[in-house]
């Protein structure tokens, strides 16, 4: 914090030389904000940063600047669900630093204001692609862990609807089938970002595995994550236990639920995954998907779903669609409806000049074009202000 | 039909068959027998011609070798031509005495409709002159002495016309001493019918002599022609000059500009196509904008995901450095991505041409964003496999 505090103030020395500024004998917080007034009234450029690095407080001055996330937080909050993209920036800057944008504020904005024993509200960002659904998604999230709420992550739906190497019956329904892998990773990465919960929420059921393996009630959930993780073949059921009893017990109030799922067009679309015969597997055939769709469901309380949509992963739909009527079909739009939509667009001039100024910071752009208005307009033209072509962009400078 | 010849081809004799025949012909002492009949006139050049074809001597043996056509053949051709071209005006109805070339043109497409893609194997009816090559006649007699003088330097006609020149040059150094010498001598300024015409070139001046010349040949005579120049010539010097002088047309550089358009609510707004390869787009260009840019109704973005052609989108702003300013609407349909992006950046910018500077507009055109691109896909051949790239060599 004081490390960071520091790089501000000897950029602001850098932008007014001729400022005087007290250091020794204020406190580090009052001259950050007293830094802050003076340096976002006297200069007309707009700062790439912020340094309130606390979710709750960001406000609509903050829209546009970038605020950091201490490193280790991001072990623990996002071991899965960054986009790959960002996880590469992140590597290389030695920092991971998020924007602050509009769609995110008004999201925060009408998480804090829940009421928790009403249903859970769905929101579904939805957006052309590369606008920024996934990192504002993982906004939330921060949001939401720094609050101390439980966070049921899915980073992408769509991986578990193609791509799958080992299908197996499922033992707990004979239609439908498991998918080994793909569970216990997610399961792997659940325990990481929710310790502390699987320590205190208990089972409410007895659960059977096998003829001599079974899980009484009363036992601490992260003893199911445990079994799902070492034992494969049950990972699956393993997940679905762990679902339903969150569900039932966030209405009881003892912790709040953010379900959190990128891509949930994959849960009603269509599979590329096909059975021994080559028949196609329908959705709701593979037991995650089944599970994940109960989660879905508004009927219960006692926390937040947000829901992202994407065409990057999605199989059979045209590369231009990304409305929520065309990505979801019809029967996604209707198992979805009612739900909050928030359109997610390109980067305004503010956000644009931030992020240009962001990347500059850190020296990324190396060309010397690319500090003159003439180089900036180009790259305005090119990307059209999209964040994702922007960056693509900006690897090559 | 013989003097005449020989009137108008004074200076280069050797093209028509008769006129150097008959003049050395009446020189010449008559050697054989046969001979006594040559006295007469008509016929001289029937009887000419029927010893030429009869005595086949060694001398001759080379000039029969070649495929000539011969003075009967060409005349006779000529005369069917024009009995053809009488034929022909009447048959389409018009009036045989101001049949033009045009209209024989005209004709023929119209009665032998071809659907031949070559333009030269269509067929055609033109004067016999443009059609059969202009040959040089023998040009030693049966003796098998050589008419001219200059025949064994090899280029008769190229060397006699140096000759004539530098005489020429000869006599008006001699000219412009006396005047000198009498004080009459005076500078004229420099006349102005050279400008808008240019020498000759190598191949034109090989086809006025029916020789193949050198390129020192040339160099030589342009160089000889020039020294002319700088002389006074009488009005016989600068009709021979003139002679070797061909007129340049001057391309016209107006790039054909668009008017600018004012719609419903006051905008200005220019409207221009484009094309490359096999795509087609026009584009609407906005005076006042923010440089956002609508292809068939979608952002251009989501059309072209890929940046090379947004680049090529980007090229006319950037170049003016216009690059928010406008706002542009433009559809296209047909070729490839890259055909298409090409095609909307001509449209582009042909359209901002009417509202921009004259200069800019000709930096437009030197910078290449005005020119159609006329690249067109290589037809494939037979025999290969492509239109470069040939079979698999197979050594056995």
Same mark, same amino acid.
């Given at each position: 914090?004081?490390?960071?505090?520091?790089?501000?103030?000897?950029?602001?020395?850098?932008?007014?030389?001729?400022?005087?500024?007290?250091?020794?004998?204020?406190?580090?917080?009052?001259?950050?904000?007293?830094?802050?007034?003076?340096?976002?009234?006297?200069?007309?450029?707009?700062?790439?940063?912020?340094?309130?690095?606390?979710?709750?407080?960001?406000?609509?001055?903050?829209?546009?600047?970038?605020?950091?996330?201490?490193?280790?937080?991001?072990?623990?909050?996002?071991?899965?669900?960054?986009?790959?993209?960002?996880?590469?920036?992140?590597?290389?800057?030695?920092?991971?630093?998020?924007?602050?944008?509009?769609?995110?504020?008004?999201?925060?904005?009408?998480?804090?204001?829940?009421?928790?024993?009403?249903?859970?509200?769905?929101?579904?960002?939805?957006?052309?692609?590369?606008?920024?659904?996934?990192?504002?998604?993982?906004?939330?999230?921060?949001?939401?862990?720094?609050?101390?709420?439980?966070?049921?992550?899915?980073?992408?739906?769509?991986?578990?609807?193609?791509?799958?190497?080992?299908?197996?019956?499922?033992?707990?329904?004979?239609?439908?089938?498991?998918?080994?892998? =793909?569970?216990?990773?997610?399961?792997?990465?659940?325990?990481?970002?929710?310790?502390?919960?699987?320590?205190?929420?208990?089972?409410?059921?007895?659960?059977?595995?096998?003829?001599?393996?079974?899980?009484?009630?009363?036992?601490?959930?992260? =003893?199911?994550?445990?079994?799902?993780?070492?034992?494969?073949?049950?990972?699956?059921?393993?997940?679905?236990?762990?679902?339903?009893?969150?569900?039932?017990?966030?209405?009881?109030?003892?912790?709040?639920?953010?379900?959190?799922?990128?891509?949930?067009?994959?849960?009603?679309?269509?599979?590329?995954?096909?059975?021994?015969?080559?028949?196609?597997?329908?959705?709701?055939?593979?037991?995650?998907?089944?599970?994940?769709?109960?989660?879905?469901?508004?009927?219960?309380?006692?926390?937040?779903?947000?829901?992202?949509?994407?065409?990057?992963?999605?199989?059979?739909?045209?590369?231009?669609?990304?409305?929520?009527?065309?990505?979801?079909?019809?029967?996604?739009?209707?198992?979805?409806?009612?739900?909050?939509?928030?359109?997610?667009?390109?980067?305004?001039?503010?956000?644009?000049?931030?992020?240009?100024?962001?990347?500059? =910071?850190?020296?990324?752009?190396?060309?010397?074009?690319?500090?003159?208005?003439?180089?900036?307009?180009?790259?305005?033209?090119?990307?059209?202000?999209?964040?994702?072509?922007?960056?693509?962009?900006?690897?090559?400078? | 039909?013989?003097?005449?010849?020989?009137?108008?081809?004074?200076?280069?004799?050797?093209?028509?068959?008769?006129?150097?025949?008959?003049?050395?012909?009446?020189?010449?002492?008559?050697?054989?027998?046969?001979?006594?009949?040559?006295?007469?006139?008509?016929?001289?050049?029937?009887?000419?011609?029927?010893?030429?074809?009869?005595?086949?001597?060694?001398?001759?043996?080379?000039?029969?070798?070649?495929?000539?056509?011969?003075?009967?053949?060409?005349?006779?051709?000529?005369?069917?031509?024009?009995?053809?071209?009488?034929?022909?005006?009447?048959?389409?109805?018009?009036?045989?005495?101001?049949?033009?070339?045009?209209?024989?043109?005209?004709?023929?497409?119209?009665?032998?409709?071809?659907?031949? #893609?070559?333009?030269?194997?269509?067929?055609?009816?033109?004067?016999?002159?443009?059609?059969?090559?202009?040959?040089?006649?023998?040009?030693?007699?049966?003796?098998?002495?050589? #008419?001219?003088?200059?025949?064994?330097?090899?280029?008769?006609?190229?060397?006699?016309?140096?000759?004539?020149?530098?005489?020429?040059?000869?006599?008006?150094?001699?000219?412009?001493?006396?005047?000198?010498?009498?004080?009459?001598?005076?500078?004229?300024?420099?006349?102005?019918?050279?400008?808008?015409?240019?020498?000759?070139?190598?191949?034109?001046?090989?086809?006025?002599?029916?020789?193949?010349?050198?390129?020192?040949?040339?160099?030589?005579?342009?160089?000889?022609?020039?020294?002319?120049?700088?002389?006074?010539?009488?009005?016989?010097?600068?009709?021979?000059?003139?002679? #070797?002088?061909?007129?340049?047309?001057?391309?016209?550089?107006?790039?054909?500009?668009?008017?600018?358009?004012?719609?419903?609510?006051?905008?200005?707004?220019?409207?221009?196509?484009?094309?490359?390869?096999?795509?087609?787009?026009?584009?609407?260009?906005?005076?006042?904008?923010?440089?956002?840019?609508?292809?068939?109704?979608?952002?251009?973005?989501?059309?072209?995901?890929?940046?090379?052609?947004?680049?090529?989108?980007?090229?006319?702003?950037?170049?003016?450095?216009?690059?928010?300013?406008?706002?542009?609407?433009?559809?296209?349909?047909?070729?490839?991505?890259?055909?298409?992006?090409?095609?909307?950046?001509?449209?582009?910018?042909?359209?901002?041409?009417?509202?921009?500077?004259?200069?800019?507009?000709?930096?437009?055109?030197?910078?290449?964003?005005?020119?159609?691109?006329?690249?067109?896909?290589?037809?494939?051949?037979?025999?290969?496999?492509?239109?470069?790239?040939?079979?698999?060599?197979?050594?056995?």
């Amino acid at each position: 914090m004081l490390k960071g505090m520091r790089r501000l103030i000897s950029k602001v020395h850098k932008l007014d030389p001729g400022h005087v500024l007290h250091m020794g004998t204020q406190a580090p917080q009052s001259l950050a904000a007293h830094l802050d007034s003076q340096v976002s009234g006297q200069s007309p450029r707009a700062i790439s940063r912020t340094s309130e690095n606390d979710p709750a407080k960001h406000e609509e001055q903050h829209e546009g600047q970038h605020y950091s996330l201490p490193l280790q937080d991001m072990k623990t909050i996002f071991p899965h669900g960054l986009p790959p993209r960002f996880v590469m920036q992140m590597k290389t800057f030695n920092e991971a630093c998020l924007m602050v944008r509009k769609p995110a504020l008004e999201l925060l904005h009408h998480l804090k204001n829940t009421n928790f024993d009403h249903p859970a509200v769905r929101y579904v960002l939805y957006g052309e692609k590369g606008t920024g659904k996934t990192l504002s998604l993982c906004h939330i999230i921060h949001f939401c862990a720094k609050q101390d709420w439980l966070i049921l992550h899915i980073p992408d739906g769509h991986l578990w609807v193609k791509n799958c190497q080992d299908l197996l019956q499922s033992t707990y329904n004979k239609q439908r089938f498991d998918q080994p892998l =793909e569970a216990s990773v997610w399961l792997k990465n659940f325990k990481t970002a929710n310790e502390r919960f699987l320590s205190q929420i208990k089972i409410q059921e007895k659960y059977v595995w096998n003829k001599r393996e079974s899980v009484e009630k009363g036992s601490l959930l992260g =003893e199911v994550v445990e079994q799902g993780i070492t034992r494969v073949r049950n990972a699956t059921d393993a997940v679905g236990i762990v679902l339903k009893e969150l569900k039932r017990q966030s209405s009881l109030g003892i912790f709040r639920l953010l379900v959190a799922v990128d891509g949930v067009n994959a849960l009603w679309g269509r599979t590329t995954l096909k059975r021994e015969d080559k028949s196609p597997i329908a959705p709701e055939e593979l037991a995650l998907i089944y599970n994940l769709r109960k989660m879905v469901k508004n009927d219960w309380h006692g926390g937040a779903i947000v829901l992202t949509l994407s065409q990057t992963g999605s199989l059979f739909k045209p590369r231009r669609a990304c409305l929520p009527q065309e990505l979801l079909g019809k029967e996604g739009f209707d198992a979805l409806d009612p739900f909050i939509p928030i359109l997610v667009s390109n980067y305004n001039p503010k956000e644009f000049e931030s992020c240009i100024q962001y990347y500059l =910071e850190n020296s990324w752009l190396q060309h010397e074009k690319a500090h003159t208005e003439e180089g900036k307009k180009e790259l305005l033209f090119l990307s059209n202000a999209n964040p994702g072509q922007l960056e693509r962009l900006c690897a090559y400078l | 039909m013989a003097a005449s010849c020989v009137s108008c081809c004074a200076a280069l004799s050797c093209r028509l068959f008769l006129g150097g025949r008959v003049n050395l012909a009446r020189r010449q002492v008559l050697w054989k027998a046969a001979a006594a009949e040559l006295q007469t006139v008509f016929g001289s050049q029937i009887l000419r011609l029927r010893h030429t074809t009869v005595v086949t001597t060694k001398k001759n043996v080379a000039s029969l070798r070649c495929e000539t056509y011969t003075v009967d053949f060409i005349k006779k051709q000529i005369e069917e031509f024009n009995l053809g071209k009488r034929h022909l005006a009447n048959m389409m109805g018009e009036d045989p005495e101001t049949f033009t070339q045009e209209d024989i043109d005209r004709a023929i497409a119209y009665l032998f409709p071809s659907g031949l #893609f070559e333009k030269r194997a269509r067929p055609i009816m033109k004067h016999p002159e443009q059609i059969f090559p202009k040959q040089k006649a023998t040009q030693w007699g049966e003796d098998g002495r050589p #008419f001219h003088f200059l025949f064994y330097t090899g280029k008769q006609s190229y060397y006699s016309l140096m000759h004539d020149a530098y005489g020429k040059l000869l006599n008006l150094e001699k000219h412009k001493n006396e005047l000198q010498a009498k004080g009459l001598f005076s500078e004229e300024a420099k006349t102005k019918d050279l400008i808008g015409s240019r020498w000759l070139i190598k191949e034109e001046l090989e086809e006025m002599l029916v020789e193949k010349l050198s390129d020192q040949d040339y160099a030589q005579f342009i160089r000889l022609l020039e020294r002319l120049l700088t002389l006074q010539c009488g009005a016989a010097e600068k009709e021979f000059l003139q002679s #070797f002088r061909r007129s340049v047309t001057i391309q016209s550089k107006k790039q054909l500009i668009e008017p600018v358009q004012y719609d419903e609510q006051g905008m200005a707004f220019s409207t221009s196509e484009g094309k490359r390869k096999s795509a087609k787009a026009e584009a609407v260009v906005y005076e006042h904008g923010s440089g956002r840019i609508k292809v068939n109704g979608i952002d251009y973005l989501l059309y072209f995901p890929v940046t090379q052609d947004r680049e090529q989108l980007m090229f006319p702003f950037h170049f003016l450095d216009r690059l928010g300013k406008h706002d542009v609407t433009c559809t296209v349909s047909g070729g490839g991505r890259s055909a298409q992006a090409g095609a909307i950046r001509l449209a582009m910018a042909r359209a901002l041409c009417s509202f921009v500077t004259e200069e800019e507009v000709e930096w437009m055109r030197q910078a290449g964003l005005l020119t159609v691109d006329p690249r067109i896909r290589e037809r494939k051949k037979p025999g290969q496999e492509g239109a470069r790239r040939k079979f698999t060599w197979k050594k056995r």
